[in-house]
């Protein structure tokens, strides 16, 4: 009993000693009473996890049919993992008395980087790295010359509450005047007792954010905390700037840019109760929270909720709806563009539908038009109508928006002599090329390499095909050289600082035109963007994916509504070679709504999600035939009932990926309780087969993409 559940214990696992949490305890075990082992050592005073906390795990873990410690590990940061402090240590530096003397008698002239950092230290008792880290550059190498000289110690302690970042004051300034829709969501949405799921379906500009802090507000009022989920680490920055300066109380940021100590801290500001607010991305789904009033998820339709790549494959989304669904606390998901899983939800009443069909303020909603690029000259990728469209806005003092989802200098490179194409050696893919670092990249496996001078297979010269963001940009200087042009993608922006100061330049008007992938358009607001111009509106009009035409309706309509969102009039313009294409008509003629109207009809038919629950049973192997085989095997394990079948297995779409070839056997039902009857049953099985310790495989529950 000195280990209640929530706790880690430090156990002998073989010949190592591990950290794990207690789930729960039982009076009698099946292992024989030989093989127990004995608790090392209780790491925590109190339970770092809650009863609810604990059930939400272990669902997940049920659920996705994945290894429950692997589970209990996502929830938790680094530092609690590897068994350190719960609150973490932080080091404080002191001069020695042998210190003080020499600084008096001047002993360290002749080091005067040492003389300065044991300066600083005698003059600030009690530094830490962090400030030290701020005041000199490479400190540690000096600092530990003075230990050795016995003139500087350290010594280290948990770090205080008061450590915390302190939020800025309280805003003076007047509270924005809702539209009636917005009072509308804010009056709904804060009824004493108010429980249950919404979709805050707002069109972009209609002030989401502003509907979700007045509902923080209310909460923060009764005395109860908030989760609030964001799908990108870019974003964070964003919201935790306007939270903290909405309320003055303690808010926690919670994403993978931090540091593990940093992550720790905010951590256990949550699970403490001294943070009101927590914001974060995926994996803060699970953070503990105490007094728990509200979680949103804000833009809900984003692929990031979902973990599609090794490990554990959960949806932070749908595991928000069941978190408050179980603490009794509404939970409220916006988007401008909802996915379809949850306008379905809607439907089945599932979720409560609130609207704000009206942008904010004076704004009003763009005007879109499509470019028949079989109709007009295109020049390096822009078509002349858009071309004269940016040269009128920009001489109006606005600025342009530009959106491709292709970064590097250009996709292929290609021969013109011989049709040779430079190919990736590890995968089924064509090498990017990278203009600047002279370099040809392959953006599925990492691989890296020279650029060849001229062709390897005839010697002739070679030429870039196709246009990335990279290319736009050199050729946007090219064609307004008096405006200066910023690049938003991962090439350019590699850390969150990067993508805050490029923002800044834009904000600031020193950048007039931006040119980027995805990253351009989730949440960010440009005021003085008034022309967006879709590049290539065509890449995902005829892929195998089933949910490519919902990525791309939902990609348009957010880019467009990065125009016009102050008082000067947005327009929109769409590059494409198929104009009568009916997902451009219906997204041009009906809106967002019309398409998924179409598009669910579409998925009924067609027995697809969300009418119908998948999973997915994927495996690679260093030969072609081997994760087939697996899978062929798997198949065979366990009779499908009449409700469940197994289809495939088949190789995946791009079949060989860094040196291992991928396949799948695809697993639906349309009853969700019937496929996870099925694969409570067949999962076992999969584990126990010979070839599951040399293929790689994982299962993959309401997958995102079927490829």
């Known amino acids: 009993m000195a280990a209640p559940p929530g706790v880690r214990v430090r156990v002998p696992f073989g010949r190592q000693r591990l950290v794990g949490i207690v789930v729960r305890h039982s009076e009698t075990t099946e292992v024989p009473e030989g093989k127990l082992r004995a608790v090392e050592a209780v790491l925590d005073a109190a339970p770092l996890l809650s009863a609810g906390d604990l059930e939400l795990l272990q669902w997940a873990a049920d659920y996705y049919h994945h290894p429950v410690g692997e589970v209990f590990a996502t929830a938790l940061p680094k530092v609690l993992r590897e068994g350190r402090a719960a609150m973490p240590l932080q080091r404080l530096w002191q001069a020695t008395a042998a210190g003080q003397l020499a600084l008096k008698d001047e002993s360290l002239r002749r080091a005067p980087r040492q003389q300065a950092l044991l300066a600083h230290v005698a003059a600030h008792m009690d530094c830490d790295d962090a400030a030290l880290d701020a005041a000199f550059d490479n400190w540690r190498a000096h600092a530990r010359g003075l230990g050795n000289r016995g003139l500087l110690q350290s010594r280290q302690q948990e770090m205080a509450a008061a450590a915390l970042p302190a939020p800025v004051s309280q805003t003076t300034q007047a509270l924005p005047v809702l539209t009636p829709a917005q009072q509308r969501a804010v009056e709904l949405l804060t009824q004493p007792g108010m429980q249950g799921a919404f979709l805050l379906d707002g069109v972009t500009g209609s002030g989401k954010t502003e509907v979700y802090m007045r509902v923080v507000s209310e909460v ?54 001294r943070a009101s607010i927590v914001i974060g991305t995926r994996s803060a789904v699970f953070t503990p929270i105490p007094r728990l009033g509200l979680i949103v998820v804000d833009e809900e339709h984003d692929s990031s909720y979902k973990q599609q790549e090794g490990g554990f494959r959960y949806s932070a989304r749908d595991l928000a709806l069941l978190r408050g669904q179980r603490s009794g606390v509404p939970v409220v998901l916006g988007s401008a563009t909802p996915s379809l899983e949850s306008i379905h939800n809607v439907h089945t009443g599932r ?26 000259p295109v020049h ?11 040269q009128r806005h920009l001489e109006a003092g606005s600025q342009v928006l530009l959106y491709l989802n292709r970064r590097g200098y250009a ?11 430079a190919p990736c050696s590890s995968c089924d893919a064509r090498l990017t090329v990278h203009q600047r670092s002279d370099r040809l990249a392959c953006h599925h496996c990492g691989a890296d390499v020279p650029r060849p001078a001229s062709c ?36 350019s922006l590699r850390q969150a600082q990067q993508l805050e100061q490029a923002i800044e330049r834009v904000h600031s008007g020193a950048a007039r035109i931006l040119v980027g992938t995805q990253m351009l358009t989730k949440g960010h607001h ?56 009916p997902l451009l008509t219906t997204l041009l003629e009906k809106g967002y709504a019309g398409f998924a109207a179409g598009a669910l009809t579409e998925r009924d038919a067609a027995h697809w999600p969300p009418f119908v629950r998948l999973a997915i049973l994927r495996a690679s192997d260093t030969t072609a035939d081997g994760a087939l085989k697996f899978l062929r095997a798997a198949k065979a394990l366990l009779p499908a009932p009449a409700d469940v079948q197994l289809r495939g297995p088949v190789p995946a779409a791009m079949s060989r990926r860094a040196d291992r070839y991928h396949a799948q056997l695809l697993v639906e039902s349309r009853a969700r309780i019937r496929l996870q009857q099925f694969l409570a049953g067949w999962i076992p099985g999969v584990e126990a087969l010979p070839a599951a310790r040399s293929v790689r495989w994982a299962l993959d529950v309401d997958p995102l993409e079927v490829l």
């Open 526 to 581: 440009f005021p003085d963007v008034t022309l967006v111009g879709v590049l290539n509106a065509d890449q995902s009009l005829f892929s195998t994916d089933f949910r490519a035409a919902e990525r791309l309706a939902q990609t348009i309509v957010q880019v467009a509504g990065r125009a016009g969102r102050a008082e000067r009039p947005g327009e929109v313009l769409i590059q494409s070679q198929y104009p009568e294409h």
């Open 220 to 273: 923060l009022s009764r005395g109860r905390s908030a989760l609030i989920l964001c799908p990108e680490i870019g974003l964070t920055p964003q919201l935790l700037e306007r939270f903290e300066q909405r309320f003055a109380v303690p808010v926690a940021a919670l994403h993978s840019a931090l540091t593990d100590t940093a992550r720790a801290r905010a951590w256990h500001a949550a699970a403490t109760d």
């Open 456 to 491: 390897p297979r005839c010697g002739y010269e070679l030429h870039p095909l196709g246009h990335g963001t990279e290319r736009v940009e050199e050729t946007l200087a090219e064609m307004f050289p008096d405006f200066a042009v910023e690049r938003f993608d991962r090439d």
């Open 351 to 376: 979720l409560t539908h609130i609207e704000l069909p009206e942008r904010a303020g004076s704004a009003v909603p763009p005007r879109l038009a499509l470019i028949d690029l079989r109709a007009h």
């Open 380 to 390: 390096k990728g822009i078509a002349t109508p858009l071309r004269h469209a940016m």
């Open 411 to 421: 996709p292929t490179l290609l021969c013109q002599s011989c049709g040779w194409i």
